[in-house]
């Protein structure tokens, strides 16, 4: 069982920053996959960035340049730092984890409670 908790969402003005955490549990967490996904009413969930155990980075097009995902094993964290935010990021973001490894969405089996991120026009 991996229980996966998300921080450091909040209300943010076009062109502002935020950075999100993801603390998890368990002894293996440098195993996992990880990632972060969002999603907004009425919109299919979608994948926002991914790092590898190997630290291999994946990123949403519309993200890349302005998002990095990045991981410390040591402290069994993930974060998403975000920069340069536009309205359309807006979005409950949710942390995930992949227990076998692998990176492809559908491998995702642990997740999040969401936090939300509101960045205003």
């Known amino acids: 069982q991996v229980h996966l908790v998300e921080s450091g969402g909040g209300l943010v003005q076009t062109g502002g920053s935020l950075r999100l955490s993801c603390a998890a549990s368990?002894?293996?967490?440098?195993?996992?996959?990880m990632g972060w996904f969002r999603q907004t009413p009425g919109k299919e969930r979608e994948v926002v960035a991914r790092?590898?155990?190997?630290?291999?980075?994946y990123y949403l097009d519309s993200v890349k340049g302005r998002f990095t995902i990045s991981r410390d094993n040591a402290k069994n964290t993930m974060y998403l730092q975000m920069n340069s935010l536009k309205p359309e990021d807006t979005a409950i973001y949710y942390c995930?984890?992949?227990?076998?490894?692998?990176?492809?969405?559908?491998?995702?089996?642990?997740w999040g409670q969401g936090t939300q991120v509101t960045v205003s026009s």
């Open positions: 995930a984890a992949s227990t076998s490894g692998a990176v492809m969405v559908e491998y995702f089996d642990y």
């Open positions: 368990g002894r293996t967490f440098s195993s996992y996959a």
């Open positions: 790092i590898t155990t190997r630290n291999s980075t």
